[in-house]
């Protein structure tokens, strides 16, 4: 660390800073008239609908900056808003990114966390256009506002799940889960012997899930391809059993999970059974995965089969409201679901 | 205090808590489809441009719990706000306000806030569509981003300033400055002899300025009625100073500020001597009062003449980019324009 350049915040000045860090971005958007440079941002969505989604990041509590790098921290706070967007089933177009930062950062650390959100950005096709940037006497603050355009016809929402529909989601659950839990005890290692190295070999893929998650903007290609419109949708930043629950209390239904279908990832399997944590557990209420979690109608579900490249799971069923919301285990019992997402502390007001 | 209702934020959970604090949100505007309640709110701006600003307020940065009242501190989160999409000539119709808080903190605390964040909705006619709520292990959080719309012919840059323009504020500068240095003072007061009163006798103007600032919806109202556009517009949250110098950069000119032509209220020239400060330089280098700052042609100017309830002042004028921008003072010096902000530590990215 100590040979890496360091260049303090002050040196720059804010606005200087402002320049710097902003002096990259290229509009790439024909939605996006106007970005970083004025008191706002204009955009033209000419004649489709906006959808707007917004997360507040705290140190301490969303992020611990021990374990987490900066330019995946960047590219994480970009990848949890554009889910919430493909959640809705549209198609993420802009963000603005406000940071308080404090005066221990160095102007090189928040360059790299630049880096991961317009590698984000690059990567999804959305331009950052507006933002604030601030002191803080306290942690690392961000706050991103994610905005995206859909036509009416697109767009999912949480309350239209119909009993009968199939319960899906995109890729295996509690890996986010697990890769945190790593991280923790590895932290507890190192300080009860500072200098010990930490040993997160072997969990690459949890640790990535973890630290770099990815919206799933191939589930909308896919319904696109096949012609499905889910009848409701969300996206897993809680757990599994928590976003069902919304689902089923808008959609005014009940639903049935089925405890073998829920996917997990033998990395997620293998480290859960080694930290003694039920697999299935970590499925069900690990959150931070970001896959989606949808609902189709049973006719819809014919039009997956033949798609090889599906990384669609059904886990279970939309029933009555009246039946109530139950996971169904392998011996046949029904235990009834619990709104409890692994971060009690964080729920989206949205 | 001891008499006040206290509800400890645990005693709702989380998700009480969110549908406590919005379950009186009723949609207000056509363009807001969906607010909120899922994964992002849907807004439909119908053929209009859509204009974006957001800003963080951070705790001990922006605002002292010491003395600011929770219920004007959701008043100006909003007003800051709205005051950029009014300075971009746009109508604000949609925020979303995103909240950390820690557990220090009361939900009766929490909905003064927010009843400070209806009323002003509620005054500008603007629909709260969605947010994050959270927990803070620091201080208290605030992140706003507005949404406006408007007419492409209607929206006005900083950088259109043309060489004779006529430079105009909308209202007096320095109040909230002053203000500021009002409840500052007060406060050391009290900390050098616990149970003291503050004395803040006859300067509830400046305080009101301070805590309890309002956007100028009211220049968009006269523009529109004599038909003037702007040639540029910048809100005044750093400064005149400072602002004009974003104008004057933009636009690739120079300017000439007038020092007898600043308007400062009365009360502010009294307890700027007071405590001896230049009235001149508080108006100069006061922030945060939120008046708008714009340039017009000379043509146009003749406009305003017949409006008796005009509050525009013109206090300079536009010159050639090799000229620099500087302030005539009384006795006919010129003193280069510094862009410092009083609060130099936050600055816009926007």
Chains 1, 2 share one sequence.
Not at 87 to 109: D, H, L, R, W, Y
Not at 140 to 154: N, W
Not at 215 to 235: A, F, N, Q, W, Y
Request: with cysteine; net charge negative; charged share 25%.
């Amino acid at each position: 660390m100590s040979d890496e350049k360091r260049t303090e915040i002050g040196q720059l000045g804010e606005f200087g800073l402002i320049d710097y860090l902003t002096k990259k971005i290229k509009l790439k958007n024909e939605s996006s008239e106007k970005g970083v440079g004025d008191d706002a941002a204009v955009l033209n969505y000419e004649g489709k609908k906006t959808v707007v989604t917004t997360d507040l990041l705290l140190e301490g509590i969303h992020f611990d900056l021990t374990y987490t790098p900066m330019k995946h921290l960047g590219y994480k706070s970009i990848a949890v808003n554009l889910s919430d967007v493909y959640a809705m089933n549209a198609t993420p177009k802009q963000v603005t990114v406000s940071i308080g930062v404090s005066s221990k950062m160095s102007v090189e650390a928040l360059e790299e966390f630049y880096e991961g959100v317009y590698a984000a950005c690059d990567r999804y096709g959305v331009d950052v256009i507006g933002g604030d940037t601030t002191s803080s006497f306290t942690g690392f603050t961000i706050s991103v506002t994610a905005l995206g355009e859909a036509s009416d016809d697109e767009l999912a929402y949480r309350n239209g799940a119909q009993v009968n529909d199939l319960i899906c989601v995109s890729g295996d659950l509690g890996a986010a889960y697990m890769g945190l839990q790593l991280l923790e005890r590895e932290k507890k290692v190192f300080e009860a012997a500072p200098g010990a190295q930490p040993d997160l070999s072997g969990y690459d893929y949890l640790l990535q899930r973890f630290l770099k998650p990815e919206p799933r903007r191939e589930v909308k290609t896919l319904l696109d391809k096949v012609g499905v419109k889910p009848t409701s949708m969300i996206d897993i930043s809680d757990g599994l059993s928590s976003e069902i629950m919304h689902i089923c209390k808008q959609s005014k239904k009940g639903c049935r999970l089925w405890e073998n279908k829920i996917p997990v990832h033998p990395s997620t399997a293998k480290l859960a059974e080694e930290m003694g944590i039920n697999p299935v557990v970590a499925g069900l209420n690990g959150g931070e995965d970001y896959e989606l979690l949808f609902t189709i109608s049973l006719e819809d579900f014919e039009k997956f089969k033949n798609q090889d490249e599906s990384d669609v799971f059904i886990v279970g069923h939309i029933t009555d409201e009246s039946k109530g919301c139950y996971l169904v285990t392998n011996d046949d019992n029904e235990i009834e679901l619990q709104a409890q997402g692994w971060n009690p502390i964080k729920k989206d007001v949205k």
